[in-house]
């Protein structure tokens, strides 16, 4: 029998931590003394607790490790992190560290870094001068890097709940059309009036003044549903009213918006006649054309092509928008980012400042975004189908909400608690 | 090769009946030559074909023109229908006419009588003094009732368009979650008007001076996800203004509209405080023994007990309600009905009249209405599972639209759309 | 400052128990200490904890305790539960104690009784002589019968993992298309026959041989998806080779599976010619009609009839089938109970004995199933449509594992992994 | 009132053509006289129709023309198509015609050219010498291509029903899953045989020898649940045995694949343990980056790093396979074209002599796919959503079959049909 002890630090029974790492422990075969426990008996006090884990065989005890070390179980008498060199670029060395989306930090010198531009599935790359460390994706390492390897002088920290008592604070937050989607709607609101705010702030006070656990942009991320079911008029109102900063979407959101601008049609169906227009399925291909020809959305915009609706928004609020590229685009737009790399890329650059995240009406763009988010920004997942949303508030923050509804009734609700009159 | 001339009426082309009779005789393995074909050259004008079927055999013709009756095909110099008593109480002939949910007629001594309350999978019972023919559930046939066998002698009409030129009359009205459901809301909102003038001329002018074909009522067929999502206030509106005339449900629907009305909550999640509240799901079950103590719900509203809501709304305004039961009830409340051919008795007897149904948020309600309903009947079905429309719009007539959306925006947006201010 | 002291006592690092119990006190808005703590370090040992709460004022207090008595915290010191009697026949006490499904205890004269037949959502009964404790249906009170109110005095105890090491001891036992089946499947088989040899050995050896906790009868609870599908043979053979002893349905899987054996079709579409026969939509009904005529399904069967089927296999083995009615019901076939109530409470005297709770493609038949069913029998949902599952996976036990596949592939794979060779 | 007579010739009765066209004309407001209608009176017999279309104003007519043409009606006395030149690169002349994907011809110095790669939303390129016209995408136009505009001078021809009397004959081919699909899946297995006959002909006796309807080639689009879900054998099998010859999916089907021979898990989920491994999460990354070592997919299996499975097998037998990169993509897979065009381009590529399309578990890739496939093309789409087959069946062939099963079944079953042991 061997022993091993490790000690566990942070909000780990407001997160259900402890009894996951003690469960872990007795599944795979271990057993457990629970030498020293501290629970903060208020919500701001941190929690402690030190454990002993025994095992048969020094393997099974160092498997028992490895699983629990994703929950934050640190093994007392740390040591620092392995380093090995990328063997050649776009490689990684074999038993690469992945990450996960929680805060972590990796132990060099003797000394814990927090790992920038925390993103789950990626490798970590330290660099010495000066000392950093950040997150690599597979395809952007050089041979030579350092990365780092195996699990010791690793450590995430699991969430503490949000200080705003919203529904981003609730676990409960489940994926439902049978809850009241009200309040989830009014919470949403309330945190782009704040974050909106902040930004105000952050431009006229500077960096500084603002809050930065709050985040200074709003991300949306969309799908053309919300054209063909009829919530142009209520995000363009929202991007008008400076409640949206990032747009991520694909070739079919903007191309149906400007089909609206300038066939009044979505998909060929009449937005305002409610019914099939005859040859209306050629409109977003002829409106694809036309943007093309025009060289650009800003340039269809600005020479009176595109006159209404979400891209002429857009250009003229200075959104950031990411348009990355699908296999089933027709055109694209030449704004579109065909190569996916380069896409994802793009949204990574994108991300620093967002404080929320609103997807709506999309799987491919929003499971995207998702892998590339932290876990602390709070997300909400709208689609008509249960199954986009469950798939995000999987994810396994306090954050993630998911509402069950369609995109145009979830904007215009959105856009009415922000005062709109549409 | 034998051969049979049979000759079609109405509007076969609108409704494509003409077609799938020609495709039917094709891939049964007969042929035909299209004696005659006069097409009605405007939307009023109805049509007329003459086809002479042909068959290797005797046996195939006859299989033929049986398959191509349910069309509407009437083999050219009609016979009476075949009657037969039925058996014993309860058993219909063994060979008897089961009936579509389209206007159907039956000769009976060379003279065709309407078939009256149509509904579809029943028999056709024919009584002589006065001669009239009518429908018959199998649970409610008494031995030796008079019934339709066979198929000779019967004959259904394919529907017309509606005069009215909304989403009702159109066969595009798809079920998708991708169209702008804005212009189904306010045709159905324009409907619900029209009804309730039609119903006010009728009762100030009496039955003779309303429009028999547009109905003089609204029926509304809903599950409890219309109080869990938040869709009280607006269907209380609708009925306050009255707009509704005939409610359908089960158990769950008025239980959590009154625990609503009692605690505040719906399934326990508060309705205003948007989360779970602790023990809130035993609060529709205290509702129920509230209730069962009051004696009903009638009481529990004169008493004061129930304040406001769906029910409140409903005694107020005397609305015809058939609270039928399912298996999966708590309680229940004491004016469910348990026995399930007795609900469909009552559901029945509620129908004469309906110009309009709406269903929201109700699977096993929703279809067992839509067993019960002519085809003639416009009907909309809202639910967020696609599933649910697809089977209703199956139903094989213009009439019935799909929308895919959550029953509380659905509620809030028709409200708005008939000026509720909520 | 107020403070009480409780207690916890169970597998309660297993179950999630004891940070639930934490986590609710502190979102309340009370604190605590915890005064003692035992965690059983192995599997089979069990834990306990002393939880000191406290909060500002008695009545926060109290709603503390009241909402972690439901997780099975206990009040030290505690008394008898509080009885009052039903003030008439079906109407509780207003502050009747609504029963979970997991096992339960009430406390009468300083003794804890076990509470028979826990179910959730009922009330429990106090019996004198002999003393005993039993839920009872709110519709089944009489008047004057002693009921257990309030919350003191009652303790409910947090599930063991059974001791198979199945997928029914897997929380992570989640509801996805996305998950190989197999290995469910192949555990449902091993309990299947476990539960058939432990029956033989109850009729052999006497009800004293067998293992009550392994149970003596499986249950299968069906939709009529299982006919339309294909999955009728394997369904037949198993019964046939004495796998399941209990099956729950409506009117449609028994009438669409007699359609199978008399006209070779369900629904009309032929099983064996892979489309629709003409008139085919007719079947089921002309089917029920004739097992009316017949008197029912055994004279049906036994008069040859019906031939083969899961009808034929149910009545040669004498099968416990409770067919309970609902409103879109055609016919019905004679067997069906068409009272709601009557239903429910033969379904709960079908229950005894289940070891194992089989649900597949019926989402009425199947929720009322788990309303009825003890927290503690393995109970495995499967259906094409992932919302089914997900209900029935909420019920919050081990030992609810939910299968997203067509019904016709799961039943042919189980009747395979159980050796057929069909 | 202007008057012009078009013509209908095909199978316009079969195909439901030409009451569309006179239901098209009614509804836009104009009338008609059927001057001559000659229907085929056999299955092989096309049938001929000669209408005048009556309108108020000559662009009433013109706009009624557009609309009908898009059915097939030919004006009589057809002239020559209209063609103008691209203005530049990667754009077409405003009005250019998009296409569908029906056959079509164009009309040039007064003869019909049939348009090759026939594919919807893509314009068409007329070259001269020698004298031909094609499909072109819009990226891929040049500037000065001769492009075909307006309507003038274009036909297209509905579909015949395919020769053989399977599931792909039929358009009561719904998608449900409450039919039998076992008749489905044993037409589809018929259809794979014929096919690799037809391949086996080619390659034996020459080009000319095989049935150039049939095809030579079966393709498969797979998504990753193939893998997770456990239809990895049945899939290799098929691939091993020769029914399959080009397969288009992600990077995740061939990560997870491979992830499965090197770790035995999918997803990180044990293939044979039934529960997740620890840390199993990270096992795709570990499988990407070994194969980016290795330097491809080609170069993993031939150095024995990957044994067994779905890529083995292709490789193995020189399969072609287009893996088109995605947004959402880890790592990629070094043979991911990460360029959503190129990767359009390279299915293009692969699609000559497919005839037969099997869609699995994919909604991107099926749907991308759907675009660039002519109508003619069978095509059956598996998903355990029924949302995904829809999308395909509304294509409007008599071909696209739609199974809602999940895809491990469909595979083995499918792989058992053709008399796999596994």
């Known amino acids: 029998m061997v022993t091993e002890t490790v000690t566990l630090e942070g909000h780990i029974i407001d997160s259900l931590i402890l009894p996951k790492v003690l469960d872990t422990i007795l599944q795979m075969g271990g057993a457990f003394d629970l030498s020293k426990i501290h629970v903060g008996a208020t919500r701001k006090e941190s929690s402690h607790a030190e454990i002993r884990v025994h095992a048969e065989t020094t393997h099974l005890l160092e498997e028992i490790l490895q699983a629990i070390q994703a929950h934050g179980a640190v093994v007392a008498g740390a040591v620092d992190c392995a380093l090995e060199p990328a063997p050649k670029d776009g490689v990684l060395?074999?038993?690469?560290?992945?990450?996960?989306?929680?805060?972590?930090?990796?132990?060099?010198?003797?000394?814990?870094?927090?790992?920038e531009a925390i993103e789950m599935d990626l490798a970590i790359r330290v660099v010495r001068d000066p000392l950093h460390a950040r997150t690599v994706p597979m395809a952007e390492v050089k041979a030579g890097d350092m990365i780092v390897t195996g699990r010791q002088g690793v450590r995430v920290f699991p969430l503490e709940r949000p200080k705003e008592r919203d529904v981003f604070a609730f676990m409960e937050a489940h994926v439902s059309s049978e809850r009241p989607h009200r309040h989830v709607i009014a919470d949403v609101a309330h945190r782009m009036r704040m974050i909106r705010d902040n930004r105000q702030k952050a431009l006229n006070e500077g960096e500084a003044a603002c809050d930065p656990e709050l985040g200074t942009k709003v991300l949306i991320v969309g799908g053309p549903a919300i054209v063909h079911a009829g919530g142009r008029e209520a995000l363009s109102w929202l991007i008008d009213s400076g409640f949206i900063h990032v747009l991520f979407c694909g070739n079919a959101l903007p191309a149906h918006d400007m089909e609206a601008s300038i066939f009044g049609t979505s998909l060929g169906y009449g937005l305002c006649a409610g019914h099939a227009v005859p040859h209306g399925h050629e409109h977003h291909l002829r409106t694809i054309n036309r943007v093309r020809a025009a060289g650009g959305i800003k340039q269809a915009v600005e020479s009176g092509l595109i006159k209404d609706g979400i891209m002429a928004s857009c250009i003229r609020k200075n959104i950031d928008m990411v348009l990355a590229g699908s296999?089933?685009?027709?055109?694209?737009?030449?704004?579109?980012?065909?190569?996916?790399?380069?896409?994802?890329?793009?949204?990574?650059?994108?991300?620093?400042?967002?404080?929320?995240?609103?997807?709506?009406?999309?799987?491919?763009?929003?499971?995207?975004?998702?892998?590339?988010?932290?876990?602390?920004?709070?997300?909400?997942?709208?689609?008509?189908?249960?199954?986009?949303?469950?798939k995000l508030s999987d994810r396994g923050s306090f954050q993630a909400v998911g509402l069950v509804m369609d995109s145009s009734s979830f904007l215009r609700e959105l856009a009415q608690e922000l005062s709109w009159h549409g």
Chains 1, 2, 3, 4 share one sequence.
């Open 327 to 390: 296999i089933r685009d027709d055109g694209p737009l030449p704004d579109v980012i065909t190569d996916t790399l380069q896409a994802q890329a793009a949204m990574r650059a994108a991300l620093p400042g967002v404080g929320l995240a609103i997807m709506v009406a999309t799987t491919l763009h929003a499971i995207a975004t998702g892998n590339c988010l932290p876990a602390k920004v709070p997300t909400v997942c709208v689609d008509i189908n249960p199954a986009v949303p469950t």
């Open 93 to 115: 060395p074999d038993s690469f560290y992945a990450t996960s989306h929680l805060p972590t930090q990796v132990r060099v010198n003797g000394q814990w870094l927090d790992v």
